[in-house]
């Protein structure tokens, strides 16, 4: 009986012994897997909306075997159940000589890699949508007075919805900073952006853009018609500005909505989009006694006046030397 006692206990010693040493392994084993140096395919991971740690691993390193995968699917899943550990998607740079612990805490935040995205002052929807195509599979146009046309930093396959919302806030951040200045006071922001579209398709710099601005303004003022060729432009061209000619006098007399030659006051939305810079200059509150203005060809530059009399005498005088 004693021996039969012994005996067990050999054996269940032998046997703890056995599983202390497997633990041992496999521990020590996992460590060197989890920090040995990466063979990678490339620099550049790419990681696909619904892709598993096993896609990522087969697709981006070349010395792993299948063991070595499972036991880092093994890992991987301890740590999202601890730790809430998971990765993302899009595009990630990784270091040569990098280890997998390396690997799975870059992937486990978000993409530090950005692609710059331009919006440029004074596009068309249509511009806009081009450029949106190539970046988003579900776009949808933006209307012109959501957002500043900018300068925008994206993650590579990025969700347009969260792109739309992201830079909604930033527009919506841009006026609460002026949101105490007097302009507020007499425009709402919508007639603000829809005054910065009329500077962004007439204004050819920023003394310009102010000079048009305290035009706009004082047209606004005196319930003055505000006879804008960009807004005949847009009238005709469905918004496209594709008119490959010049405005004749017919066009100015076109019934729609936008012609601002027909109906008083600011057209009923924005004809492009407005960038920061414009916005700025309509909060400087420029003010002048200018009234008109026309564009001079030969010197490439709008002629401003503070009366219709002084208006007709320059027109005239570009006229006869044109």
């Not at 530090?112 to 002052?121: C, R």
């Not at 710099?205 to 018609?225: Q, Y």
């Amino acid at each position: 009986m004693v021996l039969g006692e012994q005996t067990l206990h050999y054996y269940l010693r032998v046997f703890s012994l056995t599983i202390i040493i497997s633990l041992i392994t496999i521990f020590l084993y996992s460590f060197y897997i989890l920090n040995k140096h990466l063979v990678l395919k490339n620099n550049l991971i790419s990681i696909n909306k619904g892709a598993n740690i096993e896609d990522v691993l087969e697709k981006n390193i070349l010395n792993l075997s299948i063991l070595e995968i499972q036991l880092i699917k093994i890992y991987f899943k301890i740590n999202n159940i601890f730790n809430k550990m998971y990765f993302h998607y899009g595009d990630f740079n990784i270091n040569s000589g990098s280890s997998l612990i390396d690997l799975i805490s870059i992937i486990s935040q978000p993409s530090d890699i950005y692609i710059k995205f331009t919006i440029v002052e004074g596009w068309s929807q249509k511009q806009l949508d081009l450029k949106l195509s190539k970046y988003f599979s579900d776009f949808k146009s933006i209307p012109y007075q959501d957002i500043i046309a900018d300068t925008y930093f994206i993650q590579k396959n990025s969700n347009f919805t969260d792109f739309v919302e992201n830079i909604k806030k930033i527009k919506n951040n841009y006026f609460n900073k002026y949101k105490k200045n007097k302009l507020l006071d007499k425009y709402s922001e919508n007639e603000i952006i829809i005054i910065g579209s009329l500077l962004e398709k007439e204004g050819l710099d920023v003394e310009d853009k102010r000079k048009i601005s305290s035009v706009i303004f004082n047209r606004l003022e005196r319930k003055m018609k505000l006879q804008i060729d960009a807004t005949v432009l847009y009238a005709i061209t469905n918004g496209n500005y594709d008119l490959e000619r010049k405005l004749l006098r017919r066009d100015l007399k076109i019934i729609h909505p936008f012609n601002t030659y027909i109906y008083n006051g600011l057209p009923p939305e924005p004809i492009s989009y407005v960038g920061k810079k414009t916005l700025d200059i309509l909060f400087e509150n420029n003010n002048s006694d200018f009234l008109f203005y026309f564009f001079n060809y030969s010197l490439n530059r709008h002629i401003f006046s503070k009366t219709f009399k002084e208006h007709r005498e320059k027109l005239n005088e570009y006229r006869k030397k044109d």
